[in-house]
């Protein structure tokens, strides 16, 4: 089946969750909103539909078949066994999906460093509430996430290299997503914490190196971070 | 099977998205942290505990025979068809999920509503902050969600009375618990909106006389809301 994923174009934001799986599996896909003849029109047509039998919220959403999925998370609940990303047992899944859920929590926080306020408003408009939210998150709220993953690794009763079991899965693309942009954000609030989290960046490595998702990320396909995105690099914000 | 419940035993929270559905549902279970005999210590013992195969990095969480499942949505999708509170087929699961975790994301915006800066500080020490980010909230993101579930109303093919096909579903008991958070905290702006929604009061009002949850709402059992939960009544927040 090829897949379609809805997102918005110039940006990795939460779709970058999905095309990791995607491009690790070597799935069929396209990206819609990227393509030149179908591109964003494509994808405002179904997010403003009137008669959409499962209208999505906002994207990302997936298209496989008859199904229209959103939520990042719920995206990767229904392909992680579809790409062979998850184990096979109901345990399993949900233990993953718990993961990428509080990775999604993890992911509102990093945004709403720069966006304290409204999403509607620019940074500029709040970076007073923006400077205090990101010296909470830098001080308290990142490194309690990254203790958590750090210790779930050294904790899996399968080995170190990945988080749920013994073999790659989406989670583990997700982590790799949250170390790259934590480090684009927050150059050196990163430098400091890694030392501590060494099985964090290693599962990092190990991720960036698995040859599909090398070539992807060497790829025009890979959307360079910018400031636009969730991980947003303002050097006021890491203290 | 007996469900044991681990959550904030002093709040609705995030826990009461599956009390409603425990309760709907006439299971059986247990609230621990508000047990006499286990109370507080059990939770926080199974929270920090260096042996766990898969420890939640919050509460709620759920303890089904040798599974502990966290994060919210994620305990309503395991749940969910064991309580008969979802359609059976994996379409009306990913959908009812979908919307669980829109319902997640809304919940973390009327959190921040008070808490826009940081968790660990008291309100009092973000006031400014919240009256702007609640200021936002009230005007464009509570009618931006309102707008959207009393579509889906709406539209449902199955008719207007459920979110999820024909029947109730636990995305049904949430968004009920939603318009009676929404009114404690904000009454003046959902006064204004209520009018324009009226699919959704009527949810609302459907959902509170189902016997069992109409029990459980006048019983001792459902906490009352209170100014440390989610839902917060500040009326300088309520513009």
Same mark, same amino acid.
């Given at each position: 089946?090829?897949? %379609?994923?809805?997102?918005?174009?110039? #940006?990795?934001? /939460?779709?970058?969750f999905?095309?990791?799986? !995607?491009?690790?599996?070597?799935?069929?896909?396209?990206?819609?909103?990227?393509?030149?003849? &179908?591109?964003?029109?494509?994808?405002?047509?179904?997010?403003?539909?009137?008669?959409? *039998?499962? @209208?999505?919220?906002?994207?990302?959403?997936?298209?496989?078949?008859?199904?229209?999925?959103?939520q990042t998370a719920n995206?990767l609940l229904?392909?992680g066994?579809?790409?062979?990303l998850v184990p096979?047992d109901e345990a399993s899944r949900l233990w993953a999906h718990q993961l990428q859920l509080t990775i999604a929590d993890w992911v509102?926080?990093?945004?709403?460093?720069?966006?304290? #306020?409204?999403?509607?408003?620019?940074?500029?408009? +709040? /970076?007073? %509430?923006?400077?205090?939210?990101?010296?909470?998150?830098?001080?308290?709220? !990142?490194?309690?996430f990254?203790?958590y993953f750090?210790q779930l690794l050294?904790r899996n009763?399968?080995?170190?290299?990945y988080l749920v079991g *013994?073999?790659?899965s989406y989670v583990d693309?997700s982590m790799? +997503?949250?170390?790259?942009?934590?480090?684009?954000?927050? @150059?050196?609030?990163?430098?400091?914490?890694?030392?501590?989290?060494?099985?964090?960046?290693? !599962?990092?490595?190990?991720?960036?190196? &698995?040859?599909?998702?090398?070539?992807? !990320?060497?790829?025009?396909? &890979?959307?360079?971070?910018? +400031? +636009?995105? #969730?991980?947003?690099?303002?050097?006021?914000?890491?203290?």
């Amino acid at each position: 089946m090829r897949y %379609e994923l809805y997102y918005w174009p110039e #940006i990795q934001g /939460r779709g970058e969750f999905v095309r990791l799986a !995607l491009e690790d599996a070597g799935a069929d896909y396209v990206d819609v909103a990227r393509l030149p003849k &179908r591109g964003m029109p494509a994808m405002m047509r179904l997010l403003e539909s009137r008669s959409a *039998k499962h @209208p999505p919220f906002a994207p990302p959403f997936l298209k496989a078949g008859e199904l229209v999925i959103a939520q990042t998370a719920n995206i990767l609940l229904f392909l992680g066994p579809r790409l062979g990303l998850v184990p096979k047992d109901e345990a399993s899944r949900l233990w993953a999906h718990q993961l990428q859920l509080t990775i999604a929590d993890w992911v509102v926080e990093a945004h709403d460093t720069h966006h304290p #306020i409204s999403g509607g408003l620019y940074y500029e408009e +709040q /970076r007073p %509430e923006a400077k205090r939210r990101a010296a909470d998150f830098t001080a308290e709220r !990142l490194p309690k996430f990254l203790d958590y993953f750090e210790q779930l690794l050294k904790r899996n009763p399968k080995g170190t290299d990945y988080l749920v079991g *013994k073999a790659v899965s989406y989670v583990d693309l997700s982590m790799f +997503q949250m170390i790259a942009g934590l480090r684009y954000a927050f @150059p050196r609030a990163m430098a400091r914490l890694e030392p501590t989290h060494p099985r964090s960046v290693a !599962l990092h490595d190990r991720v960036s190196v &698995r040859p599909r998702l090398a070539a992807y !990320l060497s790829s025009e396909r &890979r959307l360079p971070f910018n +400031q +636009q995105g #969730i991980f947003r690099h303002y050097p006021e914000l890491d203290g």
